[in-house]
Structure formats: C-alpha cells, structure tokens
C-alpha cells in the first residue's frame, strides 16, 4: 500500500505515501483507485481529500519506472484521473511543498485543489525530454490562461502556489493548517451538484494563432537538438484547437513519442545520475555530518576568488588567506568587481549584493583562519608551496576542520601526509571560472575519513555545486580523460586535419567547443606545462609535437591574442590561421605523412572513443564509482552535449561492440597503441552489456 485511506466523519482523506516524492508509481495509482472506489462505496462518506504524506504532494510520475512496463500498468495515471474526474462525489487535492508532473496532472483531475502556500507548482516534463502526459498540457491552460500554461509547460519552471491563487488552479491558498482548511472545504461543498471540471472549462484567448506561431517561432530557436519543447507548444496548441478528448489523445501519442527518444532517456539519465553522484556504497547516507559554518580559502587568484565566492553565495562567511597585502587587494577587487557585474546586470539585488560582499574578508594572517570549519587551499600549483600550507594549516587549524586542496595534477595522499591528519584531507577540485562551473569533483585520499567525503558531497549540494568523487589518480576523472581526447586531435592535426574542421566536427554533435577553440581560451600553455613534465616522467607516452611548436610560436590562446585561431583585438572570435595551418601541414611533411582527407565522423569518434577508453580504466581501477559518475563529470564540467548523455551514455547508445569495432579499426592507423580497448570496455562489449 502506498497510499493510507481514513475517514474523517462524512471525509475520506487519501494520503499518497511512497517517500522520498509521492512518486506516482504503479503501487500507488493502484492504491489511489482503491481508496477513491471505497469512498464512492462508503455511504457514510461524502467528500474526498487527496493529499500527500512528507515532504511532497506529489512529484509526478514515479520516473524509475519509466524503461518497465509498470509505467504503462493499469491503473494508468490517466484511468487514476479518469476515476477522480468522474466521481459522483466531490475530491478535493490538498496540495503542500511540491506538486509537480503527474502529481499536478492528478491535481487537475480533482474537482476542487486548495494548496498551502510556498508550494511548488510545475509541470517540469520538459526538463526530462518529455511532456505533460496525463492532461496537464490540456487542463493547465483552462485554469491559468494560455500563455501562463505554454510558459510553465515549455520552461518546466516551478511557480509558488501565492503567485496562482488568483487563477482557477486554486479555490483556495490556505494559511494554516491544510489539512483542517481542506476537510473544512470539504464538507462546504460536500453537497454541491454539478461537480466542476476543469475539462470543461473554455480557454479564452480570441488571437490565439498569432501568439501559438510567435511561441513554436521562439522555441524553435531555443530548443536546439531537444524535440520535446516544440512539442509542448504543439501539445498546448491543441487545447485551443481541438476537443478535450482529442487533445488527451494528441497529447499522449506525442508523451510516448518522446518518452523513447534518446534526448529523453540523456536527460532521465543525467537526472538520476546527479543524484546517485552524491552518494558512495561505503558511506551510509546517515553519516554524521561535521558543520560548516565558516570557510577559509588560501590564495586569493583565479581559483580562490571564484571558490570563495561560492560560498558567500550560499551565505556561509568565508576569509581569504594571501602572502602580501597586494595580492589580497587584487583578489578581493576582483571578486567585487565581479558581484558588480551581476548586479549591473540586474541578477542581484542590493540587498544581495552587500551582503555576499560583506560576507569575504581577507587576512594575512593564519590565526584569523584557524577556528575555519572548512579550508580550502588554492596556492600555486607546486607540491614545495603546497607542502608549506599544508604543514602550516596542520599546526594552527583546530581540530575536526576539513583541510581541502584545490589541486588539479598532484598528489593528494602526499598532501595529506604533509599534516598529522590525513583523515581529515580531500581533494576539491573546483573548474574555472569556479563560481560559474556545476562541477566539483571530491577527490578521496587513501585516508580521508568517511564523514569528511560526506560533509564535503553535502556542502557541495548546499554551493550548488554537482559533487562526484574521484579517487586519485594523475588529472583525476576529469583531466585525466581529457588528455587522451588532446592526444587525438592532435593526431588529426597530423594526419590531414585543421584545427577547425576537428571543432567543427564536434560542435555539430553539440560540445560548446572544440579542442582547439578550448585549448585557446584556457591557455596552450598548460597542456605544455604538462606534456613536458610526462616527456621526462612517462616517455612511452606518445603525443603529436604539433602543440608544441604552437607554443613555442609563442601562440598561447587568447590571453596571447593568438593560439590555434587569429583573434584582433577586442574581438574573441576565432579566425583561421595561415600561419599555424602551415606549420600543420609542414609538420606533417616533416614526419613523412601523407595528409588525407578525414570525415567528420572519424574525428568525432576518435575524440569521443579516446574518453570512454581511458574511462573504461578509470572505471575499472574504482577512480570513479560508477559510470554515471564520469557522464556527470563531463556534462558539468567539460560542455560533453547533454542530449547525448555523457561518453558513457553515448557508448551505450552507439552500442558497445560498435565502439570496440571503431576502435580496432582506428588501431591499424598511426599510434595504432592508443586504441587498445580497456578490459572493461572489452568484457562489456563481448557480453552485449553497456556502462550503465
Ligand atoms: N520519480 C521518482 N523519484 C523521484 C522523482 C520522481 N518523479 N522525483 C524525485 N525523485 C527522487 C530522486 O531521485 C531522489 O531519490 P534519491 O534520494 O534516491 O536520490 C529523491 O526523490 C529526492 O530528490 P531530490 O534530491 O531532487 O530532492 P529535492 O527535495 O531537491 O527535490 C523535487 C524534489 C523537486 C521533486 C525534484 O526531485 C524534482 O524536480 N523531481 C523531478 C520532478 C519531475 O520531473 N516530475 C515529473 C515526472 S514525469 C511525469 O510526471 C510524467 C507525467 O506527465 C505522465
Ligand atoms: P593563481 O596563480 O591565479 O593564484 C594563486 C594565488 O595563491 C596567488 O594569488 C598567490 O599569491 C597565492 N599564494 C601562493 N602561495 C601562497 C601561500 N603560501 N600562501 C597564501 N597564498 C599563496 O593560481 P590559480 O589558477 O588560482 O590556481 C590555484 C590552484 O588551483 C592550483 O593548485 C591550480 O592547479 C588549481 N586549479 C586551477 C585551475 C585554473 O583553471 N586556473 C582549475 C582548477 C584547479
């Protein structure tokens, strides 16, 4: 039973109850039905009440049972509602904290929603690449107006209850306790005849064509490669064009169209998989939690500004540790700068504004910072200076406070062997700008004790941040991955590419960027740092020299206004290069290549096999815990097109034997050892399996 049936005097009260959401899963549509026909039954029982136990009216469909048949069982959500629509006794939706999806669809179904206020009022199907399909594409725009429907069904944005209780969604938005308003409603309208529908209700917007095309002209432009938006236009379209039952029908048959899309499932997996990323098999989801009530940073440049920003965002006072005076200055400045801009923009009150401001001070001291809950250290990138922080932090930091470092290659078990507590050290490896990018990942030392990997998963909730841990390894998931991805359009470059056929190549499957146009904006000269460091620690590693002597040209990106593109001043956009195309193609001459011409999907696979490849590893040497892990690391912190889900989501959809039969192909080429496939990768492929 997932839903509790009372009676209250002459008022059945039915109480969805299937934590966490009142997921509107088969076992609970079964037990709604049969608490409404005992009702009908019941003589004694004249009204009633819906509502839903904890944290949630509803959140809709239960989506875990959307790849099972049990999505479709019946009691379907539509035959639930169909049971409510048509009683002969009035049902009334009691609605707090969140009704979402299906639950509002139900809510719709109701004849009377009274709802408490502050709740969450969305029918967010957009969001998982689907839309409404239980009506709420039909019914929401005869109770708010067309234009309010269209834009809550194709923004899946929720709306607080107060901001609709002038609308027909709601007889009442009750101050107090919802139970009592709603049996107090209940029993007013016990006897009223007939029972309202919302079915019945007539949408009035006499211009309706002109707004509905200037809506599918908008959408169009902003979808991109996701199908269901246009379709929520289309579905909403109906509800003004067709009857009511007609609609339903073209409302369905467009929700089981998009439901086995792969843009859906991406989006369904991404969901899920932000989720499963914040909890680890060895660490039970009641672990005590040490509090952060204060956040001190050490360094006050790129990383520490934008980290220190995060958490005055999410109200948490924060200090900035520096070596000079100077350097604070300039951090702090620009971390104002920064606030200054948000707020020009008209994204920031005052109010806001003052205090994420007032909440980050600076010191030069490290007795300001040792009563810090947290520390996060962001010094130069140098295992000597991180040696002499860590040292320090371990003498002046009281006990219990989390010693993190926002390292992106070293070590972190030698960091927290620097100190006499290496439980209490963790990698939080913040992307730049670090106030703007989703991802964090956690990296977990050999010795970081459990409830500092929970407390840093929580905070990083708390900082909107996505939090997936990593162990540790050379460049963590992320970097680690991305190297190999390099390693291959360089390859490209050598063999017969430009550097901006490859970007092409794979911003047409949706990256944000390419190789080359990233490579400029974050600096060829760190992938350099870095090469030169593997060309005397892993010989055997093989690279393509091409962005070597890029750099040498003294071509390091943007900040050198010239890398891979020519960029003019006061202009990022890139322009292709002579220059650098002759030293390609030169290059190429001078290895005895012959250059070819290489399609796009060789790029795009060589690219993308590259990174589920050394994921295959990282998956199977326990680096990462699951796949769905490394598809949120990419989604969130490298611009992988979240309609494909992540490269081990895309492996999956491409299937892995064809990903192993590309891969065999690819290894007759040059650097032909590159494409040995990971045993993991491998033994799935043979077995007819896939990464998730
Ligand atoms: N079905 C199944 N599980 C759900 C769910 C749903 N609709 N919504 C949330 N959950 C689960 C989450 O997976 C998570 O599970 P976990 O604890 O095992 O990881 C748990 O509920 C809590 O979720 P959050 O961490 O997101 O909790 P929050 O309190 O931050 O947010 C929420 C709650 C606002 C309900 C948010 O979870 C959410 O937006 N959920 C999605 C709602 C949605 O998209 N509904 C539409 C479903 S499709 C539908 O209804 C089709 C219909 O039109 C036919
Ligand atoms: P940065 O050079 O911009 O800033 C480092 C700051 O630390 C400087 O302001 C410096 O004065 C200060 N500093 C140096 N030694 C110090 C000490 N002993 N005590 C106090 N302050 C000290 O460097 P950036 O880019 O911010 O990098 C910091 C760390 O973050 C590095 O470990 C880097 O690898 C990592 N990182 C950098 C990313 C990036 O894109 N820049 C991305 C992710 C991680």
Redesign the pocket.
């Known amino acids: 039973m997932s839903a509790e049936y009372k009676v209250d005097g002459s008022i059945a009260i039915i109480t969805m109850n299937n934590?966490?959401?009142n997921?509107?899963?088969h076992v609970t549509r079964h037990a709604i039905v049969e608490g409404v026909r005992q009702a009908l039954n019941d003589p004694a029982v004249k009204a009633i009440v819906i509502t839903g136990a904890g944290?949630?009216f509803?959140?809709?469909?239960?989506?875990?049972?959307?790849n099972s048949p049990k999505a479709f069982a019946e009691p379907s959500?539509h035959t639930v509602i169909n049971v409510i629509e048509s009683a002969d006794k009035p049902v009334i939706a009691a609605i707090h904290t969140?009704c979402?999806?299906?639950?509002l669809?139900l809510a719709l179904g109701c004849h009377y929603r009274i709802a408490s206020p502050g709740a969450?009022i969305?029918?967010?199907?957009v969001?998982?690449g689907?839309?409404?399909?239980?009506g709420?594409t039909q019914r929401l725009p005869r109770v708010v107006g067309l234009e309010l429907a269209l834009n809550m069904i194709v923004s899946?944005t929720?709306v607080a209850s107060e901001k609709l209780a002038k609308t027909a969604l709601f007889n009442t938005v009750a101050e107090g306790d919802l139970m009592t308003a709603a049996t107090a409603f209940a029993h007013q309208v016990a006897d009223v005849r007939p029972l309202p529908k919302v079915r019945d209700i007539k949408i009035d917007y006499p211009n309706y064509e002109a707004f509905l095309q200037f809506s599918r002209n908008t959408v169009t432009a902003m979808a991109g490669p996701f199908p269901a938006p246009l379709k929520c236009v289309e579905a909403v379209a109906a509800a003004v064009t067709r009857k009511f039952d007609d609609g339903i029908r073209f409302e369905r048959d467009l929700?089981l169209n998009l439901v086995q899309t792969t843009e859906s499932k991406a989006l369904r997996h991404a969901?899920?998989g932000?989720?499963?990323a914040?909890?680890l098999p060895d660490v039970p989801e009641d672990t005590p939690i040490r509090p952060i009530k204060s956040v001190a940073v050490i360094g006050a440049g790129t990383m520490g500004g934008g980290i220190a920003m995060n958490f005055a965002n999410a109200g948490i006072p924060v200090k900035i540790l520096e070596m000079k005076q100077e350097a604070l200055d300039k951090g702090l400045a620009t971390i104002r700068k920064n606030y200054e801009n948000t707020f020009r923009k008209g994204k920031l009150t005052q109010e806001k504004f003052d205090q994420r401001v007032s909440l980050i001070t600076g010191s030069l001291s490290y007795d300001d910072i040792a009563q810090a809950d947290l520390v996060i250290e962001a010094v130069f990138e140098d295992m000597g200076v991180k040696e002499q922080v860590f040292k320090k932090l371990d003498s002046v930091m009281k006990q219990g406070a989390i010693l993190a470092s926002n390292t992106s290659t070293l070590d972190v078990d030698k960091i927290a062997a620097f100190t006499q507590r290496p439980q209490d050290v963790v990698g939080m490896h913040f992307f730049s700008p670090a106030n703007v990018m989703k991802l964090l990942e956690i990296v977990r030392g050999k010795k970081t004790a459990k409830d500092v990997l929970a407390t840093v998963l929580a905070i990083s909730k708390k900082i909107k941040k996505t939090g997936v841990v990593s162990g540790v390894c050379d460049g963590f998931i992320g970097n680690r991955m991305i190297e190999q991805y390099s390693r291959q359009a360089g390859f490209l470059l050598e063999e017969g590419c430009t550097p901006e056929q490859v970007d092409k190549a794979v911003e047409k499957l949706g990256f944000a960027m390419g190789p080359f146009r990233m490579g400029d904006l974050a600096g060829n000269d760190i992938g350099w740092y870095i090469r030169k460091r593997r060309y005397v620690e892993k010989p055997h590693i093989t690279y393509s020299k091409t962005a070597d002597l890029l750099c040498e040209m003294g071509r390091f990106g943007q900040k050198t206004g010239a890398g891979w593109y020519d960029y003019k001043p006061g202009d990022r956009k890139a322009y292709p290069s002579d220059v650098v195309n002759e030293m390609i193609v030169k290059h190429s001459a001078d290895l005895g290549i012959t250059r070819r011409k290489i399609s796009d999907q060789e790029i795009v696979e060589r690219l993308i096999y590259a990174l589920v490849n050394e994921a295959a590893y990282i998956l199977e040497e326990g680096i990462a815990t699951r796949a769905s892990d490394i598809d949120m690391v990419y989604l969130t912190g490298y611009g992988f097109p979240l309609h494909t889900g992540g490269p081990m989501f895309y492996a999956d959809t491409v299937g892995l034997p064809n990903v192993v039969m590309a891969m065999e192909k690819y290894a007759k080429g040059r650097h032909g050892d590159a494409w040995k496939p990971a045993p993991l990768l491998a033994k799935l492929a043979a077995e007819g399996k896939t990464f998730n």
């Open positions: 934590p966490p959401v997921g509107l899963g944290k949630a509803s959140g809709g469909a239960d989506i875990k049972e959307f959500l969140v979402m999806g299906g639950g669809e969450q969305a029918l967010p199907e969001k998982l689907i839309l409404p399909g239980a709420g899946g929720p929700f969901f899920f932000e989720r499963a914040s909890k």
